[in-house]
Structure formats: C-alpha cells, structure tokens
C-alpha cells in the first residue's frame, strides 16, 4: 500500500458524461501528479500540483480538469466523455516538486470505461 | 520532445537466468525511476537513480545509470517466476520531477 488513495476503483460511464476521479495523497506530500495509462498510449503524465497550484502540465485534454484543495486532496474532472478516454487513471504524490528526485508513489488507479 | 525506449518489449525468462532490460532516453536528465507494474495494479517504485554512474540493488534486481550514453539498465539475476511483471523506465524531464516520461514497459514472464 502505497498511502495514496483513489477513489472510485472502478467507473462506467456513457459518453457525452462527465465524471470526477478523487486522490487523498501521502500524508505530507504536497504534490499530487495525475497520469493516464491506455493501451494505445501507455502511461502519460497529465497535470501536476502542488501545495494547490498547478506545477506542470502534459498531455491532458481541453475536456479534462484538476485542482488541488487546501487539505491537498486533488480531484481530475473529466467531462464530454468520449470512448477514447476510457483507460486506468492514476494519481501520484511525493514531498517535494522540486528536480530533487523524491519517490513518486502511485495509487491504486481509478478505472474508467466510457460506453 | 523527450522519448524514452525501452527493449525488449517482451521478455520471457527461465528461471534462475540473468537478462538486463535497456532504457535509452533521448535528451539530458539525471534522474530515472523504474517501476513494476502487476496486471490491473498499481506502480511499485523499485529504483530512483539520481546521477551518473549510480546503482541500486534491491535482491535480485539492479540498476544502473550513465547519463553520458542516456542510458539506464535493469538487470535480473538469477530470475524467479515472482519477478513476473511489467517492469516501467521512466525520465523526469523539465524543471518538475513530476513530469515523468514513461517508456512502453518491458513484460517479463518467468517460466519454471
């Protein structure tokens, strides 16, 4: 067990949906990463934040959303779903945002199929 | 734009061989993790090498890292069929540690 919890584990949706995936991170860990891993794509890094600002960005679509809140838990809003999207999200945390190489540890993920 | 590749894809071992995954990345960093993923499960940190020249060893797994050649290795002695997993390299790029780029993931099967 890694100490960062997702929830829900598992999600079905229909498309044109909007769902919300929750992360509580470590305790202590002021960053929260979000990645997506699909088949096609592999494992893509999202969004990033920490201590409730946006750090960094990658890959993530128009449609999707993320904030952190003051007690660091992090939610990813995913709206307009589309089938494409189904695929296992998964949040991160570690201490620090800083090039410092602190241990990222991964949750559980949150599955998602969009039908 | 960073890409990270790993070979071979696909690994499947005997019991009690040595093999070494290779991780090539294509831009400078100094900091590489590898992670183990089993099937529908979360990722396990394994490594976090932080410079040139480091090594870690955990059991029957070690890595290596020279960030001259971009490259990183994990290799596995002597593997056993609990070493069945998808094993992850991936690179922290830009000035966040967060943004980790992933490689495609080496499966290794491990057959008695």
């Known amino acids: 067990d890694s100490g960062v919890t997702q929830t829900p584990k598992h999600l079905i949706t229909a498309t044109g949906q909007r769902v919300t995936l929750r992360c509580s991170p470590r305790s202590g860990d002021l960053s929260v990463y979000w990645y997506q891993q699909s088949l096609d794509q592999g494992l893509q890094f999202l969004i990033q934040?920490?201590?409730?600002?946006?750090?960094a960005k990658g890959n993530i679509l128009e449609r999707f959303s993320a904030q952190q809140f003051p007690d660091l838990h992090s939610e990813l809003n995913l709206s307009s779903l589309e089938l494409g999207d189904s695929a296992l999200y998964f949040c991160a945390s570690s201490v620090g945002y800083t090039y410092s190489g602190n241990t990222i540890y991964f949750g559980e993920g949150s599955w998602l199929t969009v039908v | 734009e960073l890409k990270v590749e790993q070979n071979p894809l696909f690994l499947s071992m005997q019991e009690g061989k040595n093999y070494t995954i290779y991780c090539n990345y294509s831009?400078?960093?100094?900091?590489l993790y590898w992670y183990r993923q089993d099937p529908g499960k979360s990722l396990e940190s394994l490594f976090v090498?932080?410079?040139?020249?480091a090594v870690k060893q955990e059991g029957r797994l070690m890595a290596s890292l020279d960030t001259k050649a971009r490259l990183s290795t994990l290799h596995i002695t002597a593997a056993v069929h609990d070493l069945s997993a998808t094993y992850f390299c991936?690179?922290?790029?830009?000035?966040?540690?967060?943004?980790?780029?992933f490689g495609k993931g080496t499966k290794l099967s491990v057959k008695p």
């Open positions: 934040y920490y201590n409730g600002e946006e750090r």
């Open positions: 991936a690179v922290a790029y830009g000035g966040s540690q967060g943004n980790l780029i």
């Open positions: 831009t400078t960093s100094d900091r």
């Open positions: 090498l932080l410079s040139n020249g």
